[in-house]
């Protein structure tokens, strides 16, 4: 981790609060899970929430975790690598991300996890400084900072591709859970 102190900037300068509806959402789950999951930014049903991953594709991620035997509310701390949701749900900037980066390093230092999924590109570009394409790194072990790191494909894809056919995305991704909790219950 590059900086393992407490971030220099408040909250309120990295999400620009000149817009009152902007809320920060830090996370959701066990902060002493063994699993992290990182996703690029909440989301609208986030903001209002103030949870990260209860919307949509928070709701098929948490699906997803039950079916390959993962229990939630014990084995997952979830966060994104943005705190605030960017306008009009559009992509961080490559500004917010460093800007939130000190927080997430932050989370991991306390949290404290032995492994991180990296729920799409951003997560990944944002963790490994990797810009390859998410489908030749997904469902991968990665060594990172001590850690078991998996990059897998965001829930919100899988919503757009919901072929269930061997090979397809939500296919693998299914394969990918598992081999995620075969390496939880080594760690157990």
């Known amino acids: 981790m590059k900086k393992n102190s407490a971030p220099d900037k408040e909250f309120s300068e990295v999400c620009n609060f000149s817009n009152s509806k902007n809320k920060i959402v830090v996370s959701r789950g066990n902060p002493f899970a ?24 928070g709701k098929l991620l948490d699906k997803l975790l039950q079916n390959a035997g993962i229990d939630i509310s014990l084995d997952v701390y ?16 490559k500004t917010e991300i460093q800007e939130n980066l ?14 991180i999924l990296l729920v799409g590109a951003t ?6 400084k990797n810009k390859s394409p998410i489908s ?4 991968k072990w990665i060594n990172w900072d001590g ?13 757009r591709n919901q072929s269930k056919e061997e090979g397809s995305p939500m296919s693998l991704t299914k394969l990918d859970f598992l081999k995620i909790k075969e390496k939880i219950d080594t760690l157990k």
Not at 36 to 52: D, S, T, W
């Open 136 to 139: 030749i790194l997904r469902g």
């Open 147 to 159: 850690r078991l790191v998996m990059p897998i494909f965001h829930p919100a894809y899988l919503l």
């Open 123 to 128: 997560a990944l570009q944002a963790i490994l």
């Open 78 to 93: 979830f966060c994104n690598v943005v705190k605030c949701r960017p306008p009009k749900n559009r992509r961080p900037t």
């Open 102 to 115: 000190p927080w997430l390093y932050q989370q991991i230092k306390l949290v404290n996890p032995e492994i």
């Open 34 to 57: 063994k699993l992290m999951i990182v996703g690029e930014a909440p989301g609208a049903k986030e903001q209002e929430l103030g949870e990260p991953f209860v919307g949509r594709s």
